[in-house]
C-alpha cells in the first residue's frame, strides 16, 4: 500500500487548527526529510482513524505543543513518540520470526478450568488456543499439523479437507494480538532525562486528563506506551495484559507461519463487522489475501470462543492492531521501517531483544539522514 496524503478536510471541525498544522508541516517536508514527512502523516492519519472522542487527547497534545514560531519540531517529536511506542510496538518484522510452539500431548485432555488470566505460559496458551480455534489457523482455516498427528479426530478432518478441498496442513503459532514486548519495552521519564524534547512531548500527553490509574506499575503511568494508549482511550490495555497476562486467550490467534508473518509486518489485519466474532479481513495488498479451505479469497472469518472457558480474541485487541496497520501503511511508517531493517540489519535485530529505547532511537534518528520517497 502506497504512502496517502493528508485528506484536506480536518476529521472534526474542533480540530481544525492543529489539523491545518499538520497540513502546513506535510507540504513543508514533503521532499526534504522523510522521518518528518512520515512522523506528521502518522499523526494526521491517526486524527482520521481513531474515533472522535479518542482523538481529543491527541489534538489537545498537537495544539499544546504548536508553539508560535517553532517551526513544527515539537509536534514532529510527537509522531516519532507515535512511530516507536506504537507503531514499532505492534510490528514484529518477518526478519526475526516468532519460534514456533507446538502443543503438548496431553493437549486434548487438559483441563480449562486453569484458564484464569495471568496463570498460564505461552506453551499453555497455545494448547488452549488451539482447542478453541479447533486446530486451525484463525484466518485461513488450514489445520494444524502437529494437532493431526495427536488426535484421529483432528487427523481425519484434515483427511477429508485435504480429500475434498485439497488444502494441505500447515504448522501453526499461537500470536500475540498485543505483543510481549508490551511489558518489556516500558520506557519511563528517568530515560528521557537527556532529552528534554521528548519528555515534555509525553508530558503533553500525560497531562491532558485527570485520569489516575487504578493499577500501580509505575513504570507504566509515565511511560511513552503509557501516554499513547491513554491518548486512544485504551491504557486499561497495559493493565489487563500486564505480566503473564499478556498470555489470556483473548490477547491470543492461531496462526499459520504465513498468516502469522503478515499479521506482524501489519499487512493483515481483522477489522470487527458488528456481527459478534465476525472480522473483515484486510490487507495492504490483495496478492496477500489468505486463501481459505475451497482455494478461494476468504473475506470474512468467525472467530472461535465462548465466555466461559475459552474466551474469544479480544475486539478491542484486534481494532488497536488493525488501527495501527491502517495507519502505518498510510502513513509511509512501514515501509520507513523496512528501510530501516535493509540498512541497519542485524543491528535492528539485537535493539528489539535488548528493548532499549536509546538504541532504537540512534537508530531511527539515523535514519533522519535518509531521502525522502513519498
Ligand atoms: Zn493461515
Redesign the pocket.
Known amino acids: 500500500m502506497p504512502p496517502t496524503p493528508l485528506p484536506r478536510q480536518s476529521p472534526d471541525p474542533r480540530w481544525t487548527s492543529s489539523y491545518d498544522l499538520l497540513l502546513k508541516l506535510e507540504a513543508q517536508h514533503l521532499d526534504d526529510d522523510r522521518s518528518k514527512l512520515v512522523a506528521v502523516r502518522l499523526l494526521g492519519h491517526l486524527m482520521h482513524e481513531i474515533g472522535t472522542n479518542d482523538s481529543d487527547a491527541l489534538h489537545r497534545a498537537i495544539i499544546a505543543l504548536a508553539a508560535p514560531g517553532s517551526g513544527g519540531d515539537e509536534v514532529i517529536a510527537l509522531g516519532k513518540v507515535y512511530l516507536r511506542s506504537f507503531v514499532s510496538l505492534f510490528r514484529r518484522s518477518s526478519r526475526t520470526p516468532a519460534p514456533s510452539e507446538h502443543p503438548s500431548r496431553d493437549h486434548e485432555t487438559s483441563s480449562t478450568n486453569e484458564l484464569k488470566p495471568g496463570t498460564f505460559d505461552h506453551h499453555t496458551a497455545k494448547r488452549h488456543a488451539l482447542i478453541r480455534d479447533e486446530h486451525q489457523?484463525?484466518?485461513?482455516?488450514?489445520y494444524d499439523k502437529a494437532s493431526t498427528k495427536m488426535s484421529p479426530e483432528v487427523g481425519k478432518k484434515a483427511e477429508e479437507r485435504f480429500a475434498t478441498a485439497g488444502q494441505t496442513t500447515?504448522t501453526?503459532d499461537a500470536v500475540h494480538i498485543v505483543p510481549e514486548r508490551l511489558n518489556c519495552g516500558i520506557t519511563t521519564f528517568a530515560e528521557f532525562q537527556g532529552d528534554e524534547e521528548e519528555g515534555e512531548v509525553i508530558s503533553s500527553l500525560l497531562v491532558t486528563e485527570n485520569v489516575v490509574p487504578s493499577f500501580e506499575t509505575k513504570a507504566h503511568q509515565s511511560s511513552s506506551v503509557y501516554a499513547v494508549f491513554r491518548a486512544f482511550g485504551t491504557a486499561a490495555i497495559l493493565e489487563e495484559l500486564n505480566g503473564q497476562a499478556i498470555h489470556r486467550l483473548e490477547n491470543i490467534l492461531t496462526?499459520?507461519?504465513?498468516?502469522?508473518q503478515d499479521f506482524n509486518d501489519l499487512d493483515l489485519w481483522l477489522e470487527h463487522t458488528g456481527v459478534p466474532n465476525e472480522y473483515r479481513i484486510q490487507v495492504s495488498v490483495e496478492r496477500l489475501r489468505?486463501k481459505g479451505s475451497a482455494s478461494q479469497p476468504v473475506q470474512t472469518v468467525m472467530l472461535r470462543g465462548d465466555d466461559d472457558s475459552l474466551p474469544p480474541p479480544s475486539v478491542g485487541y484486534l481494532a488497536l492492531h488493525a488501527t495501527c496497520c491502517k495507519v502505518a501503511q498510510k502513513s509511509g511508517a512501514v515501509q520507513y521501517l523496512n528501510d530501516i531493517d535493509d540498512n541497519f540489519g542485524d543491528a535492528v535485530m539485537d535493539a528489539r531483544y535488548v528493548s532499549s529505547s536509546a538504541v532504537c532511537d540512534a537508530l531511527i534518528q539515523s535514519l533522519e539522514v535518509m531521502p525522502c520517497r513519498n
Open positions: 489457523c484463525c484466518v485461513c482455516s488450514a500447515v501453526t496462526l499459520c507461519i504465513q498468516h502469522h489468505p
